[in-house]
Structures are given as structure tokens and as C-alpha cells.
């Protein structure tokens, strides 16, 4: 504990919002999910419910809009007064976007959220005293608050579906904050093997729970540094640049789908979304 | 007119105000059983709370904050009350204050400990708040310096001590006259002990003189920053309805406002239950009302300011929060606030009802009412209908169990603030005295030096 | 994956973990010192168990009949989570959320745990000895016709296993049975392709044209229909696929669509036949059948505009090949066999046989091959039943105290049954009906061979093989109880085999050479096909019918409806509840309906501008009564949804099988009338007719969406291109 570390390290602490000077090496985890493939099936919610040990709360608590689910799959219409919804709906999976300037690291007051130099948001559960700030402050509103003590509660895990809890993801009691970690726990695994092998994870071996579980495979995950990965490719082809909060494709009609949502907040989200296609000859 | 009558005799002034520290009548301990009553529900209520979490508050997402971050923001509001009495008017030499600052210095740090209690109760994890606090840990962990919940932390701290140690720096004279008048008994001891041998000398006088003035500039700038910094809570955000630069002055001017109708309710019920009419004079009451009705024209200002800086901006999410504001579910609260905060007290533009004590009693009443819907229109709205719409308007109602800690509330600072008015003088001996014209440089028989001639 | 050379069920015995321990730490509440949580010793764990290292084993699926093939991971001796197998040819490594859901089939705290027998109202536990010699004692003296045996889809060694057991008795009364089944589809297909399921390629078609075939949610094998739509979506010569869906209540394939329509219930057909004669190029026969069916007299009927039926028409001529699915057309209606019949005609039409409607295989084990469940055999159980013609009833994997429609009165033809034994997971509905209980293993605890009904490139056989040791200590999987029950009949036969594992090895062992094993040894051949999971065999490949005729093909005239019950009740089925068996598995009840966002209860889904016209909002509680019932569901104002139609989920409406399911919402099939398919005797799930009534109550309708409902207001939250503005070319 000392003042010397508090000024030596407060810029690593609190910016790793990309700069020249200091760019994400050798990891930046990013993701792309393409809307056009997804069907809104639900299945990466599921999937993150299993690994990630969230809690089912039950119809009341759902009423009361205190659910948990970290990945929600959001359904739009079209907005245009037609008397059946002809061009189908759209669906939306959301979850958090781990930006890089992410409105919800600055404002937690004992520094429970931070940004990790993988270009991870990181919620720390045991440091989190509960204020909420962070979750006041996110756009996206996807952060999610332990209202009641799950493990506790009867019905959320009684015995026997205690056995399914993943050891590797801590089970949070009340009070605490929680949001989508990209699998931290998965990338964690993943990269102490490439370490112990003298090598960086390569793209394909490490999916998060949502990416692995989706029936069309509409979620891309990985290494947004790594010239090789699936998900540089896309942004790169997309022409979406993190450190924007507008892209320069967006200037006149490109043709091209990649987006980001909220994108002029500044918060430069790591998620990006591949804009639905609909056929026009039908 | 003066503000008093000015040949009130020194004695009598100090007969009149110890006697309020007399025996309480029955009335009294009726009040006090009442206030520990709605404060043992509010402490049930947080008990129930603790124990089953913050769910329980009826709080979800996107709505994660509620009545406690609106009633602190309303209790850190009604402390500005003293500071702006007795620090601010002192600066300016307004004599008028000097009859009521005390009480009103009393409120300020009574408001002070209630919003304390209030950021604890508000998180999710109240056994570990001192995370927040820069405590020697072995992991080498700081709290996080950019949030401006923590500056609330810091500041509000930093203001609570130092009005409690105005407070009671200007109560020393005070309790040196009540040490002297005392019988023996559990009173006598405590005023002893805390008027710290004062005597009354020139050098001690001096002294309290240059240490008053210096907690009273010292005072002034934290108190501004204080609200400032709750402000910032919401400034700094970029959440819609939130992210306005004017909001420092417009809580600032908030507060204030909150601060003297609290002042002049109060004013009315002690002048009434302490028969302080000598003291709390209508021209003092009027002079009150006037300050008033000026804070209420410049908070009335900034809000159109906000809300006219939102009209012509090309916020789009931020004009939704407003429309909302006005049309939406909260719509009964926001209209409330304008009526309360801006139409209400056109009444004090009146002479008539100046010194009109029944309508002033309401009137105070609805401003802080207004003051009160004001904060909760701030917090609850911008959740509700944030930048993103699929999780707008999501079961934003408080429950029984914010109900109850916010009532409990006020009975918690009615019980401290009771408890005070009968083991503190509430008037301002000293400084009443320096009001009134001494016509008399004798001593009457029945006085010695002893006894009080100071 | 693991190695030949030991002896699995030794692994499979460490269990060095029980109560809520190791995962509760963290920053919860707990602590070894109020003994909420505990510290394990791994001082002499087994050879090949590191702690804190997963295994991972392969097995199958067993939420639906698609049969994926799955891969669990298994850590300190249970399993955790459940992937897909990435060598799965109908998954390859996906898994729906309903396959996800299996854990929790799994360690439901409400499974039967001990055989019960009924005495009076309640269950007495009894040994399984007695349960056994109570059968036994029972089925003395029952002739063959006098008993019956109730399944869902069965296949692989336990179908197998059954038809032994049944031939022992000279039973013929297998009654396979599935609430929700293409059946008509399967029986129109036969006819109209020669095969009952033939491969659909969406993958290679540029157009889909599904007529309420929901392949993206619940209809045969949604995991694989889904990948095969990512890459329909990617393109086929660079040109991305469209998707038409025509149903009258929108699926969650209706809201992937390009093109949506609204169609008037059970006119499907008619669109089929208005479509083939917009494209002009039908001759002979089929001309004639669709020559009275002009654009004109086309949307009068069904609704769709006659621009649309030329725009669709067009597309599929411009893109080939395409393909054409019929779904709730076939299923829902008394002409469903029509519908279908007519539908499938299109794919004759637009010359997509053998394209993207292709030969399967079929598995040259055909004793194994699937039973494939339909509603009508539950229409001659429950006319056995009703007669009082049968002794003995068994039920196993089917609940039609549940699932069947109120109008059969199922429940009060069963009560006739002289004995009734269930084989179940959970107290169903139909348990609880039964006079003897037997506690299954879960599906992640037994043994099985599985053969899934639609092949998705080769013929394969699925191993099932248990993820963990048995939870609790009385189940028995179903195998093993067939082969008791077979002891007790023909002993001699049987006696060799200790138990289901013994015999699935032995029968496996025995075709080790058509299985693909002919070169290795026993032991070796057995542990790889554990460890593969998935035995891919060659089969006789079916035959298309190269064309077909449409003489007889007759639609009815829309009917113009019924006064007194105006309107359709479509029950949808939806991806995680589907039938009601999954309604006990909490991450399916609080996973939002992917179209309303509700959970945890039912609704009926009114279109806007009918429920204006009855004054109807959101939440309002709605009495739909039809001839059989009623049944009261919230009201939800849903714009995909005929306006002549209202529509309740199944799944939900349980009152028994455990702390999830029961109370939890209504169900649809209580009310649903008995009407069939003319041709085939299937339920026509579309059929009932209804009316409905405010009841003056309102509720607060628990779903994820705000009150902003699916409008984005105006930002850029959901965006689409349309195919005239974007350019796919470079896209990775």
C-alpha cells in the first residue's frame, strides 16, 4: 500500500482505452455476432445460464425485472405501421459489450470494475460493495445486481442442482454486481495452456459458452489483435474500428453491415454486429 | 423595524432560552415516542433489507437506484440550510441571522448524519462500505479516485466534521451559560465538559472570534463543493437527464432553497413550542421568507435553464427523458415538484403573508416536498427511460420496505433534532445579546458576576 | 478422450464430492465454520481424475428425437455442462438451449427416486423385487390383446429390447406415441417422394418456401436445420437464400423470414396450388388440378395479396433450385394431407427433386430403425382404453394425461385400465394416474442406443453412455428394466446378461464387423465407439419418385367459420417446452419465448387489431372456451398472428411434475377437440375452434421486454440491409 505504486500505476490502472503508445498485446478479446444468421433461438442464453452459474429467479422476481440472465435476446419489430410484421422480426442478442471506455469502470467508487489488458471489462465480486453506480452509468443497461441471495434462496439450487455450479465461476451471494465476462474463466484456462506451451492462444481454441452453443454458429469470437483470427478478419473487412465513435465507411453507403450500438457514446464497445439482411425481390 | 425589540434585558435573555431546556411537557415525549416509532420501522425495514437483499426495495434493472439516493441527495440538500445561516450571512454581517443559526446549524448536521445513514443503506453490501475508505490493506488497493461516489464519500465526510465542529465551537459561550446556570445534576456535567473552562475573558474571545470566522470561510466553499460533488454523482454520467453541466449550481441552489423552508418551518414551531417570539421575530421570520422566495426564483431559473438547454440541444435521448418526465408515469411527481417548487412559493412574494405563520407552516412544508419529489425526478425518470429502450419502464415503484427507511428517516433526525432542542440551547444566547442594546451597565441585585453577566 | 484399457464404471465410482460445497465460495455468505461449506480430500483420488481438469465424454441427447449427439464435461466425477460432439454430423458441436437444459433434466430435485405403488391417493415406496413380482403377478394370465404398452419414439436396442418382451406375450398393442410429431408430413412425404423422410438441403436451395415448418425452432432436427440455414444464408453461388414462411401464426422461422404471410388458417393449400399455377410451367395432370386456381380466387381465400403469390412465384422460378416445406399446413388441419399433398407438388414443380430434396439412407439395422410416435396411435389406445379392453397398461416416455386432447378423455379411459405402470423420471400427470411407479435413470445416467429419425448425411447410430454415477441409488435405467421383465419371461434367453450394459455390449460385440469394427478387438472396438459416440454406417439408400400425380388432390372451400366459436386455436410449440416434458427445467421456464419475451406462463397471442375490436390490452385475462373446455390465459397483442386465429404455447398448464412445472401456466391441449386428418388419422392440431371472452380481470404479463415493447425509438440498436444496399462480396 503505498503512494508510490498509486502514481506509478495509475495509468496502466485506469487506461486501457487503446492508444498508440499502448496498444493491446498479444490479446484484445472482441466479438462479432451477425444478426443475419442468428434466429433468436435462445440457445447462448441457455448455454450461459449453465456456465456461468446464474440463477434462475422465478416468475415474481422476473416481474419485478430482477432477472439475471447476463446474455438476453432482444426482439424488434419493424416500426412501420403494417398490419402483420411481413419482413419478420429482428432479433438482438445483447450482453456486455466490455467496452474500452467503459462508462462503468470510472464510476464504481472502490475500483470493483476495471479494465483488464486483454481488453476485458472486469467485475471483481469481492470487492464490490454494491453501490450499483456501474450499472446506473451503462448504456446498454447489461449488467446485472444480486437483489436477493441466490444461493439461499430456495429453489434457485436445491440439492442435487448444486452439483451442475461450474467450480471454476464463483457463485455470487447478495449485494453483488455481475455482467457477461466474455468466459473469463474459459480464457483464463486457455491461455495458461498456451503458456505453459511458449505460445499465444490461437484462434478456434478458446469459445466462449455462447459461441460454442450456437446452433448457426452467427457469434464469432476471438483475438481482435491476431492478424489470423476470424473476428480481425471481420472487423477488418467490416471496416469497424475500435477506438471510433464513428467509422469512417459510415461517411457515404458502403454496403457494408458491421456496426456498433451506441457507438457515439464513446464507449467503444468490443462487440460488433452484422447488420440483418433483407431480400428485396420478395 | 429592527429585527428585535432592543431593550431586552441580558438576563431575561437567558432565562427565556434555558427555560426551553426545562423538563419536557407530556406533548414532547409524545413526539419522541412517535419518532422512534416510524424510526424502529425504518430500522426494521432496513434489518429485513439487510437480510434478504436490496431486492426487497422493489429495485430491478434498469432501475437500480431509488429512494435512498433521493433522499440523501434531499438530507445533504436541507444541510445547507446552516451553512448558509450561519456561515454565509455571517460573512455578511446579517445580523438577522443571529436568533435562529443555531437550530439551524443543528440541522445541517443532523441532515448530515441522516444522508449518511442513507449510503449505507443504499448498498448492496453494507458490511464492506469501508472498502470505500483508503484503509491500510495488505492487497495494496485504493478506493477508485475518478468516482464521484467516492468524492461524495471524501466530501461529505469532510463537511459532516467540520459542522459539527462549527457547531459546537459556536455553542462554547453558550454552554459556559448554561455550566453557570445549571443546577447539579447529569446537565451540569455535560455542560461543564463541553464549554471547555470558557470564561468569558477578551483573549478567549478573540480567539473564538478569528476560529468562528475561519470555520465559517472554511465552511462556505465546502459546502458548495459538497452539493457540487452529489451533483457530480450525475453530472459526470452520461446517462440522459443526467448529463448537465448545470446541474452543480442547480443543486446548489437546491439545497439552499430546501434548507431555509426548512429553516422556517422549524422557525414556526419552535417560536411556537418555546414561546421565542422575543427572538424569532416576524421581521426576522419575514427577512427569512424574503431569502426564500429569492433562492426559490434562482432554483425555478436554473431548472427552466436545464430544461430549455435539453430543449434546444440535439439530445434526442435526452428530450425522451424529459417529455417522460412531464407525460410519463412519473408525471404526477414532476408536476408535483413544479407546483411545489415554483408556483407555491409565488405566495411569499405577498407582504401579506410574509408573516402570515399558518400559511408559511404549509408553504415551508410544500417547498420541501417539492424539494423532495425534485431529487426522486432526477434518480427515477433517467432509468426508466434511458438510451436503451428495451429495458424502459420496468416496475420503477419503491416498495413498502424504501418507504418505510425513507420515514424512518425523518423520524431519526426528528429524534436527534428533539433530543437537541432540549440539551442545547437553541437560540443563540450570546449572539442575541450582542442584537439588543445594553441600556444598563448595572448589575440588578439578583445578578453576579458569577451568575451571568456575560 | 480416454484410452482403451480400463475399466470405466471404476471411474465413474469416484464420486469424491456431495452437498452444496466447493462453488458456493467466493463472496457469499457461507463458511466452512457454519458448515455450509466443505473441504474435500483428494488425498488418493482415482488414476485418470485430476482435480480441477474436466473430462469430457461423448453421449447423446435426449430432449427431443433429433438426436444430437453431445459432449458433457465431467469434472470431480459429475457432469457440468453439456456441448455439442463437434464430429456429430447432424450437430457437428452445437447444442440448443433445450440440449443444454438436459442437466437439469438430470438433477431435478424432483425425481422419482424410489419405486412407488399406489395406495389410495398417495405412493408407497416398495423394492424393486416387489415391483417386479407385482408385474408379474399381474400380467398372469393377460392374453396378448389384453395388454398394452404406451412409448414415445423409441428406437436403437431398446426398441428392440420392447418388441422381444411384447413377443412373448404375442402383444401387437405398442402404441407409439408423440404429441407433437410430423406425421402427416412423414405419411403426404410418402406418398409425394416415396420416402417419409427424405433429406432437405436447405443448405443448397437459394428460396425456402416453408409453409409453418418451424426447422429454425421445433420441427425435426432444428440444431442441424439451423447450421444448414447459416449457410443458406452465406449463399449458394454468392447469392444469399431468402426465406418465405406462410403460416398463420408466426413460428420463430416466420420471424427469420424475408418474407412473411399471413395466411388464412388451412388455405395453405390453395396458396401451393395458386403459386404453381402463377409459375405457368405445371403440365399434364398437375395443370389441371391447379387450373381453377387463379391469383384472384387464390387471395380471396387465403389472404395474400395477388401481387405477393406473383412475387413469390417469380423468385422461385428466377432462383433454383429452391425448396419447399410443409409443417403446421400438414399437421394442423383435417385436409392436412391435402395441404401437404399440394405443397409437395411444388417441389415437383420447381424440379427440386434430388437437389435440395434428396435420398437418404436408412439404417441396414432396421429392427432398430425408429418407431416414430404419432397422435393417432393415441387415438386407438384410447379407444382400447375407453372400451375397457386392456388389463395392463405400461407407459414410457409419453404423458397423455397431459398431452392428450380433452376431448378424448383420456384420463377417464385410462382409470378402466385394470393395471397401469409407469416408467417415468418425474410424477407426470399420466404417473400420477399409474397404480405402480418405477423411477427412471436420467438420460446422462443410462446406457442407450439411439437412432435419430431424420439422417442428416449418413446413417448413423447414436451411443447413449452415462455421463456420471447414477444420482440416486434406486433408478434404474430402462434397459435394465425391459431385461428384467424379458428374465421373467424367457429366462433362458436372457440370463446371461447381468444387466442393459451387459447385453448393448454383447449385441454391439456380435456386429462388430457391420458396425465398422471387423479389424480390432472387442474391447478395443467398444471403448472407440464409446469414445466416438457415434457409429456411422452405410445403409440402403431410399428412392425418390421421380414425379407424381395429382389426381384426387382435393382442397376443401375455406369454411367461412363457426358463429359460435369464431375463432382458430393454434397451440404453438415452442423450441424449449415443446410437448410440456421439459416444463420441470427451470432455465427453460425463465428462458424468454423468443417472439413475446414471456416466461413462466402462458398467454394467448391476439392480433392488435382483433383485440382492439373486443377491447382487449395487454394482461387482460381472456376465458377461451372451446367445445371440449376453457381454459383462461393472459392476453398478449401480437401483430404475427392471423386476426382469425388466437394462439396458446403448449408446455405449460402441468399440475404435477415437480416444483417448476406445476401451477405454471394452462394448457392448450385440455381444450383442444378431437378432430383428425382425414387420411391419416392424425390430430389436427389446428382445428379446435374457439371463443373468447374478457373475464374482466388483468394481470401485469412477466416478460423481458420493457415498455417500450420492440421498437427501438428511433436508434440504431437493430439495424437491416436491404439486399439492394448491401454488399455481401467481401464479407469473411
Not at chain 2, 76 to 101: E, F, N, Q, V
Not at chain 2, 251 to 280: D, H
Not at chain 2, 439 to 450: M, P, V
Request: hydrophobic content about 40%; proline content about 4%; some cysteine.
Amino acid at each position: 500500500m503505498s503512494v508510490n505504486n498509486l502514481l506509478e500505476n495509475w495509468a496502466q490502472f485506469r487506461h486501457f482505452h487503446p492508444v498508440d503508445d499502448k496498444p493491446h498485446d498479444p490479446y484484445k478479446w472482441a466479438m462479432s455476432i451477425d444478426l443475419d444468421a442468428c434466429t433468436g433461438c435462445n440457445a447462448c442464453s441457455v448455454a450461459c445460464y449453465a456456465e456461468n452459474n446464474l440463477p434462475v429467479v422465478g416468475k415474481e422476481k422476473y416481474q419485478h425485472g430482477q432477472s439475471m440472465h447476463w446474455m438476453r435476446i432482444e426482439r424488434y419489430w419493424d416500426e412501420d405501421g403494417r398490419e402483420f410484421p411481413d419482413q419478420g422480426a429482428q432479433f438482438l442478442p445483447m450482453m456486455c459489450q466490455q467496452c474500452e471506455a467503459a462508462p462503468c469502470e470510472t464510476v464504481c467508487p472502490v475500483a470493483a470494475t476495471n479494465h483488464t489488458a486483454d481488453g476485458l471489462n472486469s467485475q471483481i465480486y469481492n470487492r464490490c460493495i454494491g453501490s450499483r453506480y456501474c450499472s446506473a452509468n451503462c448504456p446498454f443497461k447489461v449488467r446485472y445486481f444480486n437483489w436477493y441471495d441466490y444461493p439461499t434462496t430456495d429453489n434457485v439450487w436445491p440439492a442435487e442442482m448444486t452439483q451442475q455450479l461450474n467450480p471454476d465461476v464463483t457463485v455470487r451471494g447478495k449485494g453483488v454486481m455481475e455482467k457477461c465476462t466474455f468466459c473469463v474463466q474459459r480464457l483464463s484456462a486457455a491461455k495458461v495452456t498456451a503458456k505453459n506451451e511458449g505460445r499465444i492462444v490461437k484462434d478456434g481454441e478458446v469459445q466462449t459458452a455462447c459461441q460454442q452453443s450456437c446452433p448457426t454458429g452467427a457469434i464469432s469470437f476471438g483475438n481482435l489483435v491476431d492478424p489470423e483470427s476470424r473476428v480481425h478478419k471481420q472487423w477488418q473487412t467490416q471496416q469497424v474500428e475500435l477506438d471510433k465513435d464513428k467509422q469512417d465507411k459510415d461517411e457515404e453507403d458502403s454496403g457494408l453491415r458491421g456496426y456498433r450500438i451506441l457507438e457515439e457514446l464513446r464507449a467503444y464497445p468490443s462487440v460488433m454486429y452484422l447488420e440483418r439482411v433483407r431480400e428485396s425481390a420478395v | 423595524m429592527k429585527d428585535i425589540r432592543e431593550d431586552i434585558a441580558w438576563v431575561k435573555i437567558n432565562q427565556d432560552v434555558l427555560k426551553s431546556l426545562e423538563n419536557p411537557r407530556k406533548l414532547y415525549w409524545i413526539i419522541i415516542f412517535c419518532a422512534l416509532a416510524v424510526f424502529s420501522v425504518g430500522v426494521g425495514c432496513e434489518v429485513y433489507q439487510y437480510r434478504n437483499g436490496m431486492g426487497v426495495a422493489n429495485l430491478n434493472n434498469p432501475n437500480v437506484w431509488g429512494l435512498y439516493i433521493a433522499t440523501f441527495i434531499f438530507w445533504i440538500g436541507m444541510s445547507h440550510s446552516g451553512t448558509l445561516l450561519s456561515a454565509i450571512l455571517h460573512l455578511m454581517h446579517a445580523d438577522w441571522r443571529k436568533p435562529i443559526y443555531r437550530f439551524a446549524e443543528a440541522m445541517t448536521t443532523f441532515s448530515l448524519m441522516t444522508a449518511g445513514l442513507f449510503v449505507m443503506v443504499h448498498i448492496g453490501r453494507l458490511w464492506q462500505f469501508y472498502y470505500s475508505l483508503p484503509y491500510p490493506n495488505e492487497r495494496g488497493v485504493w478506493p477508485n479516485f475518478q468516482s464521484p461516489l467516492l468524492w461524495d464519500a471524501m466530501a461529505i465526510f469532510t463537511y459532516l466534521s467540520s459542522s459539527v465542529l462549527f457547531l459546537f465551537v459556536g455553542m462554547i459561550p453558550d454552554l459556559a451559560i448554561c455550566r453557570d446556570n445549571m443546577k447539579e445534576g447529569w446537565r451540569k456535567k455535560l455542560y461543564t465538559l463541553l464549554s471547555l473552562g470558557w470564561e468569558g475573558t477578551d483573549r478567549q474571545w478573540r480567539n473564538f472570534r478569528v476560529t468562528y470566522l475561519t470555520i465559517a470561510c472554511f465552511l462556505i466553499p465546502l459546502a458548495v463543493s459538497v452539493h457540487s460533488i452529489v451533483a457530480s454523482d450525475f453530472g459526470m454520467s452520461q446517462q440522459p437527464g443526467w448529463h448537465v453541466t448545470s446541474f452543480p449550481p442547480y443543486f446548489v441552489a437546491g439545497a439552499l432553497y430546501s434548507g431555509c423552508a426548512a429553516i422556517i418551518t422549524l422557525f414556526i414551531i419552535l417560536r411556537y413550542v418555546f414561546k421565542f417570539e422575543e427572538y424569532m421575530t416576524l421581521p426576522i421570520l419575514k427577512k427569512t421568507v424574503r431569502l426564500t422566495f429569492a433562492i426559490a426564483m434562482v432554483w425555478t431559473y436554473l431548472n427552466a435553464v436545464e430544461f430549455a438547454s435539453v430543449w434546444y440541444s440535439h439530445d434526442g435521448a435526452s428530450k425522451d427523458v424529459l417529455i417522460q418526465k412531464m407525460t410519463g408515469p412519473f408525471a404526477f411527481a414532476w408536476w408535483g415538484m413544479v407546483f411545489c417548487g415554483s408556483v407555491v412559493p409565488l405566495v411569499l412574494a405577498f407582504k401579506r403573508f410574509q408573516t402570515n405563520i399558518p400559511v408559511l407552516l404549509v408553504v415551508s412544508l410544500l417547498l420541501n416536498l417539492g424539494m423532495w419529489l425534485e431529487r426522486w425526478m432526477i434518480v427515477a425518470p433517467t432509468f426508466s427511460h434511458g438510451y436503451y429502450p428495451w429495458t424502459w419502464d420496468h416496475d420503477q415503484w419503491p416498495s413498502m420496505i424504501q418507504w418505510g427507511i425513507v420515514f424512518g428517516s425523518f423520524g431519526w433526525f426528528t429524534l436527534l433534532f428533539m433530543v437537541f432542542c432540549k440539551v442545547f440551547p437553541s437560540v443563540s444566547m450570546y449572539e442575541v445579546k450582542e442584537m439588543v442594546y445594553h441600556r444598563s451597565l448595572h448589575l440588578k441585585k439578583s445578578e453576579t458576576a458569577e451568575q451571568g453577566a456575560h | 478422450m480416454i484410452d482403451s484399457g480400463f475399466d470405466r464404471r471404476d471411474f465413474l465410482k469416484v464420486l469424491g464430492w456431495s452437498g452444496a460445497a466447493v462453488a458456493l465460495s467466493g463472496c457469499g455468505n457461507t463458511s466452512i465454520e457454519d458448515g455450509r461449506e466443505t473441504v474435500v480430500s483428494y488425498s488418493e483420488p482415482a488414476d485418470y481424475v485430476i482435480p480441477g481438469i474436466g473430462v469430457y465424454y461423448n453421449s447423446t441427447c435426449a430432449q427431443c428425437d433429433a438426436g444430437c449427439n453431445i459432449n458433457g464435461r465431467v469434472r470431480e466425477g459429475r457432469v457440468l455442462k453439456l456441448e455439442g460432439n463437434p464430429d456429430s454430423t447432424i450437430n457437428r458441436g452445437k447444442i440448443c438451449g433445450l440440449g443444454q437444459a438436459g442437466v437439469q433434466h438430470h438433477y431435478n430435485p424432483d425425481r422419482l427416486r424410489e419405486p412407488l405403488l399406489r395406495k389410495g391417493d398417495q405412493g408407497e415406496t416398495i423394492s424393486w423385487e416387489k415391483a417386479y413380482g407385482l408385474i408379474a403377478e399381474k400380467l398372469k394370465g393377460v392374453d396378448g390383446e389384453e395388454m398394452a404398452f404406451l412409448t414415445g419414439g423409441m428406437s436403437g436396442h431398446l426398441k428392440v429390447l420392447l418388441g422381444n418382451y411384447l413377443a412373448s406375450f404375442g402383444c401387437k398393442n405398442h402404441f407409439v406415441y408423440e404429441a407433437v410429431s410430423p406425421a402427416v408430413v412423414r405419411a403426404a412425404n410418402k406418398k409425394s417422394y416415396g420416402m417419409a423422410m427424405p433429406r432437405f438441403s436447405i443448405n443448397k436451395a437459394k428460396v425456402v418456401l416453408s409453409f409453418g415448418a418451424d426447422f429454425l425452432g421445433s420441427w425435426i432436427s432444428p440444431v442441424h436445420f439451423s447450421q444448414q440455414y447459416a449457410q443458406f444464408r452465406k449463399g449458394v453461388d454468392g447469392q444469399r437464400g431468402v426465406l418465405i414462411q406462410v403460416e398463420s401464426k408466426m413460428t420463430l422461422t416466420g420471424a427469420n423470414a424475408d418474407r412473411w404471410l399471413a395466411i388464412r388458417p388451412g388455405t395453405e393449400g390453395v396458396l401451393a396450388l395458386g403459386i404453381i399455377n402463377a409459375l405457368g410451367t405445371a403440365t399434364g395432370e398437375i395443370a389441371a388440378a391447379v387450373k381453377d386456381y387463379d391469383r384472384a380466387r387464390v387471395s380471396a381465400e387465403t389472404g395474400i395479396a395477388p401481387g405477393q403469390i406473383d412475387k413469390v412465384a417469380a423468385l422461385l422460378k428466377l432462383r433454383s433450385p429452391s425448396l419447399v416445406l410443409a409443417g403446421s399446413a400438414a399437421e394442423g388441419y383435417a385436409h392436412g394431407s391435402q395441404n401437404a399433398a399440394a405443397i409437395n407438388l411444388l417441389n415437383h414443380v420447381l424440379g427440386n427433386m434430388g437437389k435440395t430434396v434428396e435420398v437418404s439412407e436408412t439404417i441396414p439395422f432396421p429392427q432398430m430403425a425408429p418407431s416414430l410416435g404419432n397422435t393417432a396411435a393415441l387415438k386407438s389406445l384410447n379407444d382400447g382404453l375407453s372400451a375397457g379392453k386392456y388389463k395392463v397398461l405400461f407407459s414410457y416416455a409419453a404423458n397423455p394425461v397431459f398431452t392428450a386432447p380433452g376431448a378424448l378423455k383420456f384420463k377417464e379411459g385410462m382409470a378402466k385400465a385394470g393395471f397401469k405402470v409407469a416408467f417415468a423420471h418425474y410424477l407426470d400427470e399420466t404417473a400420477m394416474q399409474a397404480d405402480l411407479v418405477l423411477p427412471l435413470d436420467s438420460a446422462l445416467e443410462d446406457w442407450g442406443t439411439q437412432v435419430p429419425e431424420y439422417l442428416a448425411t449418413c446413417a448413423q447410430i447414436n451411443v447413449q453412455q452415462p455421463l456420471m454415477e447414477k444420482l440416486h441409488a434406486n433408478t434404474r435405467g430402462m434397459g435394465d428394466i425391459l431385461l428384467a421383465l424379458l428374465k421373467q419371461r424367457r429366462a433362458d434367453e436372457y440370463k446371461g446378461y447381468e444387466d442393459y450394459y451387459a447385453y448393448l455390449r454383447d449385441a454391439l460385440l456380435k456386429n462388430k464387423s457391420a458396425l465398422g469394427g471387423g479389424k480390432i478387438d472387442d474391447d478395443t472396438f467398444w471403448n472407440e465407439t464409446l469414445t466416438k459416440g457415434i457409429i456411422k454406417l452405410e445403409g440402403p439408400v431410399g428412392s425418390l419418385a421421380t414425379k407424381v400425380g395429382a389426381a384426387g388432390l382435393k382442397l376443401p372451400v375455406s369454411d367461412d367459420g363457426d358463429d359460435q366459436y369464431p375463432l382458430h386455436l393454434i397451440p404453438s410449440v415452442t423450441a424449449s417446452l415443446r410437448d410440456g416434458r421439459h416444463a420441470n427445467q427451470p432455465w427453460l421456464q425463465e428462458s424468454p419465448d423468443p417472439l413475446t419475451t414471456i416466461v413462466w406462463d402462458s398467454w394467448v397471442e391476439i392480433h392488435p387489431k382483433k383485440a382492439a375490436e373486443l377491447h382487449i390490452v395487454e394482461g387482460d385475462i381472456i376465458e377461451i372456451a372451446s367445445r371440449t373446455g376453457t381454459i383462461k390465459a393472459q392476453a398478449y397483442l401480437f401483430p404475427g398472428i392471423h386476426p382469425d386465429a388466437v394462439s396458446v404455447p403448449l408446455g405449460r398448464g402441468h399440475d404435477a411434475m415437480g416444483r417448476y412445472a406445476k401451477g405454471f401456466g394452462v394448457n392448450p391441449f385440455q381444450i383442444m377437440d378431437a378432430v383428425f386428418d382425414k387420411e391419416t388419422g392424425e390430430l389436427a392440431m389446428h382445428e379446435t375452434r374457439v371463443k373468447i371472452t374478457k373475464t374482466g380481470q388483468r394481470v401485469i404479463v412477466v416478460k423481458d421486454e420493457g415498455a417500450a415493447g420492440g421498437k427501438q425509438m428511433g436508434k440504431k440498436i437493430a439495424v437491416r440491409l436491404s439486399t439492394d444496399d448491401v454488399d455481401l462480396s467481401e464479407e469473411v
